[in-house]
């Protein structure tokens, strides 16, 4: 009971309430104690006065008093009280929510006297006053305040109202001089009060927000604009000029008053719970009203047992396998009650049967979601999540097949199928991980051996060439069948390095050359490749053919490779020292095993020889052992000048075979042959390469390779080379008739010098002739 | 607001009996209305549907005989066609189940067959008759936004502590919403209904007006021009009677 609420009642009414009140509630307990005490205060000083003119109402109040002690349980319970918390006054105004309305006082015309008396026992520390700027002091201003901003609403624009805003309280707005030099007799001002004198009628105000409670600190003190004057106060204006005006005629013609929210705005505002509406009616006590009678509830309950209903009929539909039926009784479930755990599980065991396994799996984990005890949908979505790894692990899925189990396992630990099925799956990963793992293992195998190859084949190049070294030094002079041998080398190299400068003009001549030269290489090694032309009839490795006409998309991807071929050529080089024994037979499978290597050498040189390019030609072998760590020293160890002459003619010849090349690539067209035929010259190219940078050590090799063909009878060949060097110059023209001079220096078999003799003849002849 | 004169429906002076106790036809529009309101709450529905379905159910009554229909049938209805009126929309299912839930305390909920379809069709039907009998004139004008702009005048011009100290507001809303279990909606004006609330709300926690004494208009007649004291006593005493009959009706 809140006895000062009571109290207050007692006192306005009377001791007739006391009365009454004893009697209609004597049953009450709480009433009795506090009656009790009540009577004390209640019977003190009655005024005289005051008991007079409520006699004059006694009759019409007897009636209410009868109500009160009859509802005082009711009236005077704290819980009566709301708690809701009012809702903030502040920037009401921006938007008319309500009805806003002149202070009531100005209707009931009261008195300026009482208004200012009331004004001075309501107004509280921390309101907020409107006021306009009287005088000016030095020790801060005065203010007549016009309309009150927070807190009671009151009509004070005729009460004369002073406040005093003392210096202090005037925040400066800059930092020099003195901070009222800012105001102005006549500004609004909005300021908070700081001080009431309430006997004296004196009131300080502020204008530093500080002065203001929390919830309204948001407001700025200072001048202020007509403009933000309070809607009240400018409706209490407009009421003073007119004063016929009544309060129902402002509230009905207020735009505020026909808002459709009005009612819980106000609702809010006063504090008064519409979810929980008070009522003084016994039987009405919502507080009394069991949860479960609500309406929400009820459907609730409702849905579910309806739902529950066509689960059933569904059920009975599946049993005997009208499934559609079936389906659509889940449906409309579920189309009622959206979470019904029933609906759901018997939906996805009908999804299971028809072998939607996701949608099965979908309604089973929703079924668990809103009721995690199901025991069935635990185990129909175990079953089911199996099955759907097992399709997953046909598919190949493996690692989604393995989640399924795992989640299987993880909603039931014991359930065997899906142990059984994941270590299954488990041993099948592995497996198939292995056999991955091999076939990863034999293409690195593969490729190491490639490179070992590569590195193999470079050590027997560099052996062949010491032997070759040997036997020259042993036979220079002496042994005819060598010089011969040395001569069809020599011829053989001359004239393939000719004819591949040929390309330009005689392309058929060229495209034979080429494939002539090929022709041995292709005999004595397998990697030579056939370009698809009709006419071309040497059996050729599919695979190195496809390497090739992938070769020029793979340029760039070669010139990446370059960097590594450095240290290989190291590792080569090493190995190149410790003397190995190589056995002539192995050089075709050692051309085979190369099959990719060429490329990445001839790469190498085609940029060494790009940037060489403006180079002058005596200067590249410093050039070239410098450009090339490796074969630098590589130099040294052969000391072979021919070698080095041979490094140079290839240099000039790719550089030259570049160009070609170059021309070629954008529009063969110009040439008779196809852009196969211009993968023959690359091939040539490299084979050439092949024979002169490696291969000038080699030269055994070549013998060899001509003694075959010799014996093959394509020996005569080698007449055409020599007839094509005539008829054709090579670009470089001087620049490799010094070459071949610097090279022929040194002791060169004589047949080799003859021929090198011969080029430069040509080169001379065709010198002059501008290139292209 | 519809004119109707004071007296000629609704109860009031005709729902007492010759012994001053209320008439039996009150006290069964009491039990309905009651039945209206209680079914209000639990539908969640806000003061003014439910106040605007009780005005329709006295308005209904007010026309016909209370043997001719089965009064909560017309309250149901009521309910519904005030959901519609006031734009808080009801589904008869819940109605329905509020219903069946207060007429058989702790029972399931009705199952949605045939019984349940004739049910709502009932209400369906009772609805269209009760638009006729009121000639579709369904909108009322509630005392409800009238008594808000009151208290909050009245609360400005109050010492903000004794405002505090006194739950007036909450007092008010429930005696007017209380107040429909009666006919005053009927006989009185929206804005006598709020001032005589209001009083009574003061009255009850013994809040006086500042200087009423002195002010030249009362503060009552602020609120409404043409509002004496003797209709506010009027209303007053059959609000308190209608709060006889609930402590007389368990």
Redesign the interface.
């Known amino acids: 009971m809140d006895r ?2 009571m109290r ?6 009377g001791p007739s309430l006391l009365s009454l009140l004893r009697s209609e509630q004597q049953d009450n307990p709480h009433f009795r104690s506090l009656l009790g005490s009540v009577v004390e205060p209640a019977r003190g000083p009655p005024p005289q006065q005051q008991l007079q003119g409520r006699k004059e109402k006694k009759v ?2 007897i ?2 008093q ?3 002690s ?2 005082a349980d009711l ?1 005077f319970a704290v819980s ?3 708690d809701a918390p009012t809702t903030s006054e502040v920037n009401e105004d921006d938007e008319e929510r ?2 806003v ?1 002149p ?3 100005q ?5 300026s006297m ?2 200012r008396e ?1 004004f001075f ?2 107004i ?1 520390r921390g309101d907020i006053v409107i006021g306009r700027i009287s005088s000016i002091r030095e020790f801060g201003f005065f203010m007549v305040l016009i309309c009150l901003g927070s ?4 009509d004070i624009s005729h009460l004369e109202i002073t406040a005093l805003c003392p210096l202090r309280d005037v925040p400066s707005l800059s930092n020099h001089g003195d901070p009222l030099s800012y105001y102005q007799t006549g500004d609004l001002v909005r300021a908070g009060i700081k001080d009431i004198d309430r006997y004296h009628e004196k009131l300080a105000v502020s204008l530093y927000s500080s002065s203001l409670p929390p919830h309204l600190s948001g407001i700025k003190l200072g001048v202020i604009s007509s403009e933000e004057l309070p809607l009240y106060y400018r409706r209490s204006v407009e009421l003073n000029s007119n004063s016929s005006e ?3 005629n402002i ?1 009905q013609s207020s735009l505020g ?1 026909v808002n459709p929210g ?3 705005f ?2 809010g ?4 719970d ?1 979810s929980n ?8 006590q ?1 507080k009394n ?1 069991s949860e479960d ?4 509830a ?2 609730k ?2 849905s579910a ?2 739902a529950l ?1 066509c689960v059933k009929i569904g059920v009975d539909y599946f049993k005997v396998g009208r499934h559609v039926d079936a389906m659509n009784e889940y449906n409309k479930a579920l189309e009622i009650d959206k979470q019904n755990v029933e609906a759901l599980v018997a939906r996805g065991a009908l999804y299971a049967t028809k072998g939607s396994l996701n949608k099965a799996i979908e309604d089973f984990e929703l079924a668990l979601e809103n009721c995690p005890t199901h025991r069935n949908a635990r185990k129909y979505l175990c079953q089911t999540l199996v099955e759907r790894g097992g399709q997953l692990e046909e598919e190949e899925k493996f690692l989604n097949a393995e989640s399924y189990y795992k989640k299987a396992l993880a909603l039931d630990e014991t359930f065997k199928d899906a142990e059984d099925a994941l270590q299954k799956l488990h041993k099948y990963m592995q497996k198939s991980l292995e056999l991955r793992e091999k076939q990863a293992e034999k293409e690195e195998k593969q490729k190491t051996r490639k490179i070992e190859t590569s590195a193999e084949k470079l050590r027997k190049l560099l052996k062949e060439e010491k032997r070759l070294k040997k036997k020259r030094r042993k036979s220079t002079s002496s042994s005819s069948s060598v010089s011969s041998a040395d001569e069809s080398v020599s011829s053989s190299s001359s004239s393939s390095s000719s004819g591949h400068k040929r390309h330009k003009k005689h392309k058929r001549n060229r495209s034979e050359s080429s494939r002539s030269s090929k022709r041995h290489s292709a005999k004595a090694s397998s990697n030579q490749v056939d370009q698809n032309k009709k006419d071309e009839c040497f059996p050729v490795p599919a695979n190195t053919s496809a390497s090739f006409l992938n070769q020029k998309q793979e340029v760039e991807k070669l010139l990446e490779k370059q960097d590594r071929l450095p240290y290989q050529k190291k590792q080569v080089k090493e190995k190149d020292r410790c003397p190995l024994s190589s056995s002539s037979v192995e050089i075709p499978d050692d051309f085979g095993g190369r099959s990719e290597d060429p490329r990445d050498f001839y790469n190498s040189y085609k940029t060494q020889t790009g940037s060489s390019k403006t180079e002058k030609p005596h200067k590249s072998e410093r050039h070239f052992s410098s450009r090339r760590d490796s074969s630098d020293s590589f130099y040294r160890n052969s000391e072979d000048k021919i070698k080095i002459y041979g490094y140079r003619r290839f240099e000039k010849d790719t550089e030259g075979r570049k160009e070609h090349y170059r021309r070629w690539e954008p529009g063969s067209m110009r040439y008779s042959t196809s852009p196969a035929s211009s993968d023959y010259s690359w091939k040539s190219v490299e084979k050439y390469k092949k024979y002169t940078y490696s291969g000038s050590r080699d030269f055994s090799r070549h013998e060899q390779r001509y003694q075959l063909n010799k014996n093959q009878g394509e020996y005569e060949r080698e007449g055409n080379y020599e007839e094509d060097i005539k008829t054709e110059v090579p670009e470089e023209g001087l620049s490799s008739k010094e070459h071949s001079e610097s090279g022929v220096k040194k002791n060169l078999p004589q047949n080799l010098l003859n021929i090198f003799n011969q080029i430069a003849a040509f080169e001379k002849e065709k010198g002059n002739k501008p290139k292209n | 607001m519809e004119a109707v004169g004071p007296g000629t429906c609704g109860g009031g002076d005709a729902a007492l009996g010759a012994e001053g106790r209320p008439a039996p036809e009150a006290r069964v529009h009491f039990r309905v209305t ?1 039945f209206i ?2 079914a209000g ?4 529905m ?3 549907p439910i106040a605007t379905a009780c005005a329709i159910y006295h308005k209904f009554f007010c026309e016909i005989d209370l043997d001719a229909y089965d009064p909560y049938l017309v309250a149901m209805s009521s309910l519904y066609l005030a959901g519609k009126v006031e734009e808080q929309r009801l589904r008869t ?3 329905i ?2 219903s069946n ?2 007429f058989h ?1 702790d029972s ?5 067959d045939s019984r349940f379809w004739e049910l709502r069709d009932s209400i369906v039907q009772c609805e269209l008759l009760v638009l006729r009998v009121l000639r579709f004139q369904v909108s009322f004008q509630h005392p ?3 008594l ?2 009151y ?7 109050l ?2 502590y004794s405002w505090q ?3 007036v ?3 008010a ?3 007017l ?2 107040s429909y ?1 009666g006919g005053l909606c009927l006989r009185f004006q929206a ?1 006598h209904i709020a001032v005589a609330v209001l009083h ?1 709300a003061l ?6 007006v ?3 004494a ?6 009552w007649q ?4 043409d509002l004496t004291k003797p209709i506010i ?1 009027n209303i ?2 059959d609000l ?1 009677q209608i ?1 006889t009959m ?2 007389e ?2």
Do not use: C
């Open positions: 000062d609420l207050q009642s007692l006192n306005f009414h019409e109040n009636e209410i009868k109500f009160i009859k509802k009236l009566w009280k709301s309500y009805a309305m202070p009531l006082e209707f009931m015309e009261i008195p009482d208004r009331l026992r309501d509280e807190g009671v609403m009151r009544s309060y129902e509230m008053f009005v009612v819980e106000l609702l505002k006063l504090g008064i519409e509406p008070p009522s003084l009616m016994r039987g009405l919502s009203f009678d609500f309406a929400s009820l459907r309950k409702q047992s309806w209903k | 009651r309101m209680e709450v639990k539908l969640g806000r003061s003014i299912r819940d109605i189940n509020v839930r207060y305390p399931e909920p009705l199952e949605l409800h936004k009238y808000l702009h208290l909050l005048s009245v609360k400005n011009w010492n903000r100290r006194s739950p507001s909450i007092t809303w429930a005696l919403r209380d279990h804005q009574l009255q009850a926690y013994g809040v006086e500042p200087a009423e002195e002010a030249e208009k009362p503060w602020v609120f409404s021009e006593d007053v005493s308190i709060y609930d402590t009706i368990p």
